[in-house]
């Protein structure tokens, strides 16, 4: 099985920047791609950003397009969610999750693990 932790979420204000983490243990695998998700109160957990095992292909979100970076460090097993000029509607939970292949990573049924998710709320 594969553990991920997620660190980083706090409350800032619109405009500032953020960075989130996603540490994975266990049973990884270098062909797993990873993706974050977020979700608020009353709607659909949705796609954020997704990056695939080997880091060469990142997919977005088209509102958070040119604000926010997806990254890998394979060393520490770790990825990296950049964020920046956030905004009011970025407040949500955060979820990253792991174990999916590169062409479905947009695809939130198809990842198997998942982290228990970290707060980021965005006050205007």
């Known amino acids: 099985q594969v553990q991920l932790v997620e660190s980083g979420g706090r409350r800032v204000q619109a405009g500032d920047s953020l960075i989130l983490s996603c540490a994975a243990s266990?049973?990884?695998?270098?062909?797993?791609?990873t993706g974050w998700f977020r979700q608020v109160p009353g709607k659909e957990r949705e796609f954020v950003a997704g990056i695939s095992g080997g880091g060469s292909v990142t997919q977005y979100r088209d509102s958070v397009k040119g604000r926010f970076t997806i990254s890998r460090d394979g060393a520490k097993n770790t990825v990296s969610l950049q964020m920046s000029d956030l905004k009011p509607e970025d407040t949500a939970i955060y979820y990253c999750a792991t174990g999916t292949a590169a062409q479905a990573m947009r695809i939130m049924k198809s990842y198997p693990y998942w982290g228990q998710g970290t707060q980021v709320t965005v006050s205007s």
């Open positions: 266990g049973r990884t695998h270098i062909s797993f791609a």
